[in-house]
């Protein structure tokens, strides 16, 4: 196949097209392209210096071999942020089955300044050609970062690992992998405790000195101190007074990613191939037709979903580095435990329509606050304070602190209603009697609830008594 390259000049903007072509073709009409348009900014207010130059491509992710479909150049002059930019895109270059994404950069002098760190799927799968594009400063490392007071030696990959505070054990060996592309893996291991392992995956972003690690469903605050230090933050991003350590230190080498945890997001099948998305980081990969691939595909196809339309999903599972079906080592997604899919459910629900995402029965509620106290975090899910409302049978069940519970449950619009309420009749410390009795009471006392994405509000009237965040059992 033969590549043509097209560069126009317009202005002060130069525009490369790269069209592919199997043999020469006549002259294209403006109605045989398609207009991918829009502006590339950053949040500073900083001015850029004449000769800076903003750079915009499209790439397919689904070519390997000819990924940029179509670049933008132009030179800043006399002109500042935000720079408008089109790139027309021919028909004869676009696929259907093909994912496509549009990326930007601002240099000066040849080194980049500015870059743009989000996805931006264009021109197919729900694509939106008019494209406004925040850039992040990049450090001296070249890496893309979210830029407000952030050090100026901080820089990534990086690992940091250290021991904190654990309320049952002798502590949490923690290790916080983060990647140039936003995302991150933090692992925990809760010390002399069985099965103390755990793994998240989501995203990272760093604003005002602070590192904020979002996994889906809840966020964790670190403190960038210097280059090599995170220090751990309470929910409200404020500092913890504590004699105990509180800080990650960066590690001499990066620590692979290469751990099985729980992904959730979007699910494509399309001509003999599959993506996913990963709602925490935005970021998606390929997925490797291997282990439990065909359980997701199965799924896929049998939903009520159309073709190429995105279906939530939830499974264990890793990214590897793995031979392309063109050939080269592209990192992947591998299903190693296929888990389910929600149709009703999306990466875009909650931020788009602000409904719910999360569903009142069948998930499982981890208990976040029951009146003033904030409930810790325990070494195992299981042994967290939580309930479970099945939608067979309309029952409750659940753990308050020193016993396991089950009961009744009635709702109706947003009225919910507990009742014949039974325990396990175990004895423990009075710190977690005096616990539990509160929590019973305020399910005894619930007449509503509300569900704000994936956090679930029980009220007595109208006061909330008690919070809980979904959790998603791996």
């Known amino acids: 196949m033969q590549a043509i390259f097209y560069r126009i000049f317009i202005g002060t903007a130069f525009l490369v097209m790269v069209f592919n072509f199997g043999c020469a073709t006549t002259a294209q009409s403006p109605d045989d392209f398609v207009t991918v348009s829009g502006t590339a900014a950053y949040r500073q207010r900083i001015a ?37 930019f089109t790139l027309p895109v021919p028909n004869t270059a676009i696929h259907a089955d093909h994912r496509y994404t549009l990326r930007a950069q601002i240099t000066v002098g040849g080194a980049p300044r500015f870059a743009s760190t ?3 799927p264009v021109l197919t799968d729900g694509g939106n050609n ?6 992040d400063a990049v450090s001296a490392s070249g890496v893309g970062r979210s830029a407000n007071a952030l050090p100026a030696a901080f820089s990534v990959p990086a690992t940091f690992s250290g021991t904190l505070p654990c309320a049952d054990c002798p502590g949490i ?22 099965d103390g392992l755990f793994a998240e995956v989501g995203g990272w972003k760093i604003a ?40 990650l230190r960066r590690a001499s080498q990066l620590d692979p990613m290469n751990d099985s945890v729980q992904w959730r997001g979007e699910f494509i099948y399309m001509a003999d191939a599959a993506t996913f998305t990963d709602c925490a980081s935005g970021l998606r990969w390929p997925v490797a ?58 990466c875009s629900a909650a931020s788009k329509t602000g409904k719910a995402i999360a569903e009142l029965k069948n998930t499982f509620w981890k208990l976040l606050t029951v009146g003033d106290h904030q409930i810790p975090v325990a070494a195992s899910p299981t042994n967290q304070i939580h309930i479970t409302l099945a939608s067979e049978g309309a029952r409750v069940t659940g753990f308050s602190g020193c016993n396991r519970f089950t009961g009744s449950f009635k709702h109706t619009g947003n009225k919910l209603h507990f009742s014949q309420m039974a325990s396990t009749m175990m004895a423990c410390l009075s710190p977690e009697m005096a616990l539990e009795t509160e929590v019973l009471k305020a399910l005894n006392a619930t ?22 965040e979904s959790l998603y059992l791996r």
């Open 447 to 468: 007449t509503h609830y509300r569900i704000d994405g994936e956090y679930l509000s029980l009220l007595a009237g109208g006061k909330v008594i008690a919070r809980f």
């Open 48 to 84: 850029m210096p004449p000769d800076a130059e903003l750079s915009v491509q499209i790439e397919d992710l689904t070519d390997t071999k000819n990924p940029v479909v179509a670049v933008f150049n132009e030179r800043f002059g006399d002109h500042q942020v935000p720079i408008a």
């Open 130 to 135: 008019r494209v406004d594009v925040l850039l």
């Open 208 to 247: 005002d000195n602070i590192l904020r690690l979002n996994n889906g469903t809840e966020t964790s605050l670190f403190a960038v101190i210097d280059d090599g230090t995170l220090r751990q933050l309470d929910k409200a991003g404020q500092p913890i007074s504590s004699p105990a350590n509180l800080d």
């Open 118 to 120: 989000s996805n931006y």
């Open 173 to 194: 060996l923690q290790t916080l992998t983060l990647r140039v592309d936003g995302l991150y893996r933090l692992r925990r291991v809760y010390q002399d405790k069985p």
């Open 289 to 346: 037709m291997t282990a439990d691939y065909l359980s997701a595909e199965r799924n896929y196809t049998q939903s009520s979903h159309g073709r190429g339309a995105p279906l939530w999903v939830t499974f264990k599972g890793r990214l590897e580095q793995m031979p392309g079906m063109e050939g080269p080592v592209i990192e992947q997604m591998v299903i190693e435990k296929f888990s389910g899919s929600q149709a009703k459910k999306s």
